[in-house]
């Protein structure tokens, strides 16, 4: 069973669509992330969830819109794809708040064309 | 100037050789270290934290260094598997859930 999984692997789309991924994981966990590994490989936090509730919102455009309908599941979506937006989007859980060692999902890949 | 910094790379390196890579962090108030592992096209995975009296786990040996500002990963006897690109990992301060992260140093051994 994988631990934190992710989908779709690959995302491909046009400017201007709405799309989301979906991320689970099966290990029990209170914490939830979303990472974003962009070009360059710096992998920088998005968003963060404890126990369904936002905790940490960086400075990340608006049209991103995280869902945690609960603790083991946290989507995101985007509306209104730029191209920008292309890079590979990782998503983590942690045993608990403040644990610093983090599950990464496979990841997703996404191509705004 | 970047919060973690390393070095990109590649550093190539023949089998059973000892490699080295270094981080620096700007953040003096920085509590706790780590290094991650990541495949080419796959996710990150904890390879070690980094404690201040250093740290080793068979072929691995982690520093830290304060007063620099720095943390090392030695790899000793590398091995062909060992081919990937290594993640310094910084966080800024206890239970506030934001790791930094920096860029990798990326490490090929050839045979």
């Known amino acids: 069973d994988t631990a934190v999984s992710q989908t779709p692997k690959y995302l491909v789309t046009q400017m201007g669509n709405d799309k989301s991924i979906k991320c689970e994981q099966n290990?029990?966990?209170?914490?939830m992330y979303w990472y974003k590994q962009d070009s360059k490989k710096f992998l920088k936090i998005m968003f963060s969830y404890n126990n369904k509730e936002l905790i940490i919102n960086e400075t990340v455009p608006n049209r991103f819109s995280p869902k945690s309908p609960d603790k083991a599941h946290l989507n995101l979506h985007i509306n209104s794809l730029e191209l920008g937006d292309s890079a590979v989007y990782f998503c983590?859980?942690?045993?608990?708040?403040?644990?610093?060692?983090?599950?990464f999902g496979s990841g997703t890949q996404l191509s705004v064309l | 100037r970047k919060e973690v910094e390393q070095d990109p790379g590649p550093f190539n390196v023949p089998e059973g050789a000892t490699v080295a890579f270094n981080c620096t962090y700007s953040?003096?108030?920085?509590?706790?270290f780590f290094w991650y592992r990541q495949d080419c096209r796959k996710e990150p995975k904890l390879l070690m934290s980094v404690y201040s009296s250093g740290n080793e786990d068979g072929r691995f040996t982690a520093q830290l260094n304060r007063a620099s500002q720095y943390i090392s990963l030695l790899i000793r006897d590398s091995k062909l598997s060992d081919s990937a690109t290594y993640l310094c990992v910084v966080n800024r301060a206890s239970n506030t859930g934001k790791l930094i992260f920096g860029q990798g140093t990326t490490l090929q051994v050839k045979p």
């Open positions: 983590a859980s942690s045993q608990v708040w403040g644990n610093e060692k983090l599950f």
């Open positions: 953040n003096s108030a920085s509590q706790s």
């Open positions: 290990l029990g966990h209170d914490t």
